[in-house]
């Protein structure tokens, strides 16, 4: 019945239900018939009647204003049946509708994940939203309300100031609690930005921002500002000052302590998982506690069965790392989720990974020269014998633009002369997809086309995801040729990449004994993300590795394999890394540096976007995005034209699903999305999982020099009071001036009897 009679907006303020005021009109009813009773009667002359009449007229005054009460006894019963009906909220009668003392009310609230934290009978989330439905039902008549959700952007959810106090209320409690962080400069922004587009309006003589939020360090510690931060946030604290309030309500759980256990890191051991090999995943667990958390459970699930599980005990305020292994059946996409009993806070007791099983690790050698590829061919086929997890295929340099490159998950690019533009970009864009590339240099090389096609110098910051510039695949400038007729040496330094693992603590293994004659110097430049992770004993680099996108680039400055040889009468080769060292941890080292990048875009964290590249043979029409906990169960994805689609930003954890559209037809000549679909996993961001607060007094003192009498409330759990409906009031004088009517009309029936 909300949208009968299209009621003023001020009249929402005033009455629950203010569409039964359109029954008003019934209240003059009395009135009516009263009247219409007087014109039924006509006057006759009849002489008995003027004696009785001449008695009457001593005291018809009196008698008029005996009726008339009786009829306005009536007429309020009425009027207070219907005001009852329409349920006024009498507390919003103080201030005259729409007067320039009226308020516009903006709230705040806090949906970090931290405020799901479960105290007694109710979360965090769900305390703050009581306390702001107690503020509305305690508001004045004619305030107006607007809402404002704290999560990674700020979330207007009631923008327009709102006079429906029922329908704000109902909009309130459906509200979800968000997922990720909080990011409080962006709400004060929102909240601003409202402020400017109501004053220009006139409405209101005052604003009132409320901030309800759990005070998480996260959000609102400001150490880490620095001064131009500060003053920035201090400015703009003034300004949502003048002309209205601040206030910060601390929802704050009993005892102000509230510890918690989260799984905050799931990474599986290897570049890839193959059904050859147990698969180790490494599971880290944070106890955020001030004390020894015993007899903790952990458990593994694969697709959803849990197939292991171990109790440990949790020292305080550390990392604990928990190993399981798994062996699997059968190829394809799998869902991992390593899980902790439930505590208070169960968003971050689990954590989900999706992996792509292989039946091997696909690896494609590209030959620049006759015997390029021979040594690692050799390397990889012993591994082979063990394990079984290799699948290598050799093809010469002019035959690569024949084969699909997506097809592999890593590929070698053994002493390969030069590159076009075009073969440049293609191989850079298997890279960014998630691809391993590992380029070999040697006599074949010729530098400037490399330099031209294959690299572009960019400025990048060392932590930018984005190593490497679009259109190249090398990670460093080709210089020259260096050869002074002396040997050099490999020079681990640190061994601090994993890389060098198999020859860590161990110098006699002869790594760095193996003999360089000659290779390629390399500019780097110096904002550059491209890492050394092998140099030589003159300062040069011997191995380099940056990050392009999803996947790795991985470049050799020498030949290792022994067929580049120098033009001389000893045509002694470059290195002798092939014939002198143990050549499959090496080899072996160079494709598991690079390979599983694309395990990278298929976790990621809420907040994030989802991304992939469709098989050529599926029809883009066809496929659509499952998502978990979402109404409308499946949304269709932003398809490009080369079949690379995206999603985002994500809003839920859980695991997402690319599934067929069994509702489209496959054009001619193409499939539908197969039954190994891809999956997706999003997890927490799990820096929220500290749930430490500050207290009201350490908020920074740009706060308490603007909020309302520079107090911060706290609101802790409470029993809500039950008071008084008015419309009890009104249905009790109904009762009353029914009794009053009773007694009048007999009373002036009596009289006159």
Known sequence: MRGLGNMPLWLNGLFASPWMLLWLPAVVTPLVIHLLYRQRYHEISWAAMEYLLAAIEKSARRMRI???????????????????????????????????????????????????????????????????????????????????????????????????AQQLIADLDTLPNGQAGADLDAALTAAEQLIQSTADQGTFGQHAITIFSDLGRTTWDDEEQDTVSGDRRDAQ???????????????????????????VELTVSGPLATVATPTRFIATLHSFRNQLLKGQRVELWIDGIRTEQKTIDLPPGTDTQVTFTHLFAEAGPHVVRVQIADDQLPLDDYRDLAIDVREKVRILLVRGKQGATLPLQAAMRAADQKVNATAVEVVDESRLAESNLNDYDCIFLCNVAQWTRQEASRLAKYVERGGGLVTILGDQVIAEPYNNNAYQAVDAPTNSEEALPPGGFLPARIKGLFNDGKYHFPDPRTYADPFLAPWKGNPRTGLTG?????????????????????????????????????????????????????????????????????????????????????????????????????????????????????????????????????????????????????????????????????????????????????????????????????AVATARPSQVSASTSPAIILVGLVLLFLFLEIFVAWWIGNRFA
């Open 514 to 710: 193996v003999p360089v004659l000659q290779y390629y110097q390399l500019q780097i430049p110096e904002r550059s993300a491209a890492n050394t992770i092998l140099w030589l004993d003159t300062g040069e680099p011997l191995v380099v590795l940056a990050r392009r996108g999803s996947g790795w680039s991985l470049l050799l400055t020498t030949d290792p394999t022994e067929s580049s040889r120098i033009a001389d009468n000893a045509e002694r080769p470059w290195s002798l890394i092939a014939s002198w060292l143990n050549a499959q941890p090496f080899f072996e080292g160079l494709w598991k540096a690079v390979v599983g990048g694309r395990l990278r875009d298929r976790n990621v964290e809420v907040g994030q976007w989802l991304r992939g590249k469709l098989p050529a043979a599926i029809d883009t029409r066809l496929a659509v995005l499952e998502i978990p906990d979402s109404p409308t169960s499946n949304e269709r994805i932003a398809v490009d034209p080369d079949g690379t689609w995206s999603f985002g930003p994500t809003r839920t954890r859980g695991i997402y699903r690319l599934k067929p559209d069994h509702n489209a037809q496959p054009a001619a000549g193409t499939g539908r999305v197969t039954d190994h679909d891809p999956v997706f996993a999003v997890n927490l961001g799990t820096r929220e999982s500290d749930l430490r607060s500050l207290s009201p007094k350490e908020l920074a003192p740009a706060w308490h020099a603007r909020a309302v009498g520079q």
């Open 66 to 164: 005996q009726q008339w009460l009786l009829l306005l006894l009536r007429m309020l019963m009425l009027l207070f049946v219907l005001l009852a009906m329409a349920d006024p909220l009498v507390s919003n009668f103080s201030t005259l509708p729409l007067s320039a003392g009226n308020t516009h009310h903006i709230f705040l609230l806090d949906a970090s994940y931290s405020m799901a934290y479960r105290d007694e009978s109710e979360t965090d989330f769900e305390r703050a939203k009581r306390q702001i439905i107690e503020r509305i039902k305690a508001g004045q008549g004619g305030d107006a309300y607007s809402l404002i959700l704290m999560g990674p952007q700020a979330e207007v959810v009631v923008g327009q100031p709102s006079y429906d």
């Open 237 to 263: 604290l003034a300004r949502l000052a003048t002309g209205g309030s601040i206030e910060v309500v601390a929802i704050q759980s009993k005892g102000g302590i509230r510890p918690n256990t989260a799984v």
